[in-house]
């Protein structure tokens, strides 16, 4: 045999093998995890069942998937190439007791008093992105934090309510006042750490910030207390509440702004995060082209502040989903960036400048105006036809919006899932297929991804997922469809179905 040839034998023999196709759905579970992490617990203290998947984000190679698990205070990390959790990680707790970590704690102080307290936050991020920077993938986390508050079982306690460790608190009378941390929500799960029966640490919900993470799970970067100081300064009649004035400071004892959303872009050579403030109602705008030192570009939010939020003139509240659309995506011909409101039922859209400020550019209103029915939650876009497919809460069906006048979102139609499901929970976009996750007519039973054709009719039969399929994307090579199963309990807790993540090959799951 020729010397190559044996070469080139030798080197093949070498090389591992192909990962095997994935079938049509594989989904996956964390019973293999059960004892093996410390996480936040639930009812049950057992991880499979307290895991709720929340978000999803995947690196650009396609081959890597990162899911919040968010009341969990963890991370999960998938191998795609082999359908498998290859790890779960807890992110561990914020000091605001350190400079730059500062919060407001009270909604009855009467002012904004953004300060450091001996408190810790407990990340529990909802939406996850991914930048790839210099070749290493990084993660970026909007830190919203959530209890488990069910008939059956609560998590959440006032600081005021709690026996407070003598040691560690001195100071416990002061601190329990209502103008210090005695409104403070906090955990109770996570309070008693020595088994005596009183609280020897602090620990709220969320973080008030947006998180660089490397893939590991290692923390890069943290906004600190950027948030706030900066809604204090731009916002200070709506500061940390739920978009108007007459709510002014009502959420500083809760999450205050509360970051729920996160999408990121490249703009004029910049890495942009655009991060969702659920209760004040804005967008805030961070350039991560430097993942190690996050830096506020701007702050956009389409409000009338002394309206009534009820009365439907107040403009935006509560954005749910954001969008970024890059420019050669765009029928405008410029980046652009989609806010969903489930509170005020609209979708707007803004141009994204080359320094990365966002301009307001068009709006669409559902009529007639219902508060707070979550009428616009989560938007995915279809450069083709040029449309929006928004999910409607309060039909549970999607929205069709035509874009092609950015200016003058129009209302195409509405596309019923009634026979797949109770209601839309998200939806995602990929060369013209439009998947939607729909959650079951009882929430703990398995779930489905209804698979359209942009017109709204059925291009492939439903695929059956996990509990409360929450959250949907497609990997970037458009190869999978993830899926985040939140998996949560009935109200009374006596149905706790298992949290998981679904893997739908879309090749086979279009196959005839």
Same mark, same amino acid.
């Given at each position: 045999m020729p010397a190559a040839l044996v070469i080139s034998a030798a080197l093949a023999a070498c090389q591992p093998a192909p990962a095997p196709e994935l079938p049509k759905v594989t989904?996956?579970?964390f019973k293999a995890f059960d004892g093996k992490v410390t996480t936040r617990a639930g009812k049950s203290k057992t991880f499979s069942l307290d895991a709720e998947p929340e978000y999803i984000a995947v690196s650009a190679d396609s081959k890597t998937a990162f899911v919040t698990l968010q009341e969990s205070n963890a991370m999960a990390t998938i191998d795609l190439t082999k359908g498998q959790i290859t790890d779960v990680k807890s992110l561990g707790l914020k000091d605001h007791s350190k400079p730059g970590n500062g919060l407001d704690a009270s909604d009855k102080d009467g002012k904004i008093s953004i300060q450091n307290?001996?408190?810790? !936050?407990?990340?529990?991020?909802?939406?996850? &992105?991914?930048?790839?920077?210099?070749g290493k993938t990084y993660l970026l986390t909007a830190n919203e934090g959530d209890s488990r508050d069910y008939d059956g079982f609560s998590d959440e306690v006032r600081v005021a309510k709690l026996k407070l460790d003598a040691t560690n608190f001195p100071n416990a009378a002061d601190l329990q006042k209502d103008s210090a941390l005695g409104r403070l929500t906090v955990s109770s799960v996570d309070a008693d750490t020595d088994g005596d029966g009183d609280a020897d640490q602090l620990v709220a919900f969320g973080a008030r910030s947006l998180s660089v993470w490397d893939a590991s799970g290692t923390l890069v970067a943290d906004t600190g207390d950027l948030i706030e100081k900066k809604m204090a300064e731009l916002a200070p009649t709506t500061f940390n509440s739920e978009g108007t004035t007459g709510t002014l400071d009502g959420r500083s004892d809760n999450k205050g702004p509360e970051p729920e959303?996160?999408?990121? !872009?490249?703009?004029?050579?910049?890495?942009? &995060?655009?991060?969702g403030l659920e209760r004040m109602g804005g967008i805030m705008v961070m350039d991560v082209s430097t993942p190690d030192k996050p830096a506020f570009v701007d702050y956009a939010h389409h409000i009338t502040p002394t309206a009534d939020a009820k009365s439907g003139s107040a403009g935006d509240l509560a954005p749910e989903g954001v969008l970024f659309i890059p420019a050669g995506d765009s029928p405008s011909g410029q980046p652009l960036l989609v806010a969903s409101h489930e509170v005020s039922g609209s979708v707007t859209i803004y141009t994204v400048q080359s320094s990365g400020k966002l301009t307001f550019t068009g709006r669409w209103q559902a009529e007639p105006f219902a508060f707070d029915k979550g009428i616009a939650e989560i938007s995915a876009y279809d450069e083709t036809s040029k449309?929006?497919?928004?999910?409607?809460?309060?039909?549970?069906s999607l929205d069709v919006l035509n874009i092609a006048d950015v200016t003058k979102p129009t209302f195409v139609k509405n596309i019923s899932l009634g026979a797949y499901g109770k209601a839309a929970n998200s939806v995602a976009v990929h060369n013209?297929?439009?998947?939607?996750?729909?959650?079951?007519?009882?929430?703990?039973?398995?779930?489905k991804v209804a698979l359209l054709n942009a017109d709204g009719t059925e291009k492939a039969p439903?695929?059956?997922?996990?509990?409360?399929?929450?959250?949907?994307?497609?990997?970037?090579?458009?190869?999978?469809?993830?899926v985040a199963n939140e998996g949560e309990p009935s109200d009374d807790y006596s149905i706790d179905p298992a949290g998981s993540v679904s893997i739908i090959n879309v090749s086979e799951a279009l196959k005839k």
């Open positions: 989904t996956l579970d307290w001996p408190v810790y !936050g407990a990340y529990m991020p909802d939406a996850i &992105a991914s930048i790839n920077v210099g959303g996160v999408t990121v !872009g490249t703009v004029n050579g910049k890495t942009l &995060a655009f991060v449309q929006l497919f928004t999910v409607n809460g309060n039909t549970g013209g297929l439009v998947a939607v996750a729909v959650e079951a007519a009882v929430k703990t039973d398995p779930g439903a695929i059956t997922v996990g509990a409360l399929p929450d959250m949907l994307t497609f990997t970037p090579d458009g190869k999978f469809i993830l």
